[in-house]
């Protein structure tokens, strides 16, 4: 069994990147436990289209015998990004407070189905994260995706809370993580 490969870029990724990266999403997430429309296809190439523009964004994949098999990407928050007031329970001020390079947002993490149960979703966030200057990082879930969830959970992410709902956005709600300390793949860094 050949190893998993994984290559980081910020910025402008390959064509064969891009492609690679909407076909995994779409595998991933327009099935069940995630709720989807009939557009959430297009709507995640053009936020992926947009995200690589912001000089803050960051990738991650995963090449298991020369295919593309996973794939982990995000951007720093502004400090106006507004999460923690969509979520209708208090936060302490010391969490909410927020400065330029506090908190980075991992936006997407899919990995084949058929890859899952070997370490790449904790090896992707693991190699994307240790690249990042950012303090925390935080995601956000679906609610019925239980299972995704208790990975989160089982590799140290806390819920803080469950934000929305938002008008017109499928599913209206999501469960909000944060990962307080950030792994380091230069600890001198």
Known sequence: MSEIVLVSRGGEIPPDWFTAICAIHDEVFLQSPFAWTPDTSRENAEDLRRLVEDPTFGVVVAHHGGELVGYAYGHRLPT??????????????????????????????????????????????????????????????????????????????????????????????????VLERLPRLNPDS
């Open 80 to 177: 106006d990004h507004g999460w923690w007031r969509a979520i209708p329970e208090p936060l302490p001020f010391e969490f909410t407070d927020e400065w330029e390079g506090r908190t980075f947002t991992l936006t997407s993490l899919a990995v084949l189905p058929d890859q899952r149960g070997r370490g790449i979703g904790q090896q992707l966030i693991d190699h994307l994260l240790g690249t990042r200057t950012e303090e925390r990082a935080v995601l956000s879930v679906q609610p019925t995706a239980l299972q995704t969830q208790s990975i989160y959970q089982h590799l140290g992410w806390r819920q803080v809370g469950r934000n929305g709902p938002f008008p017109g956005v499928t599913p209206p709600r999501w469960d909000v993580y």
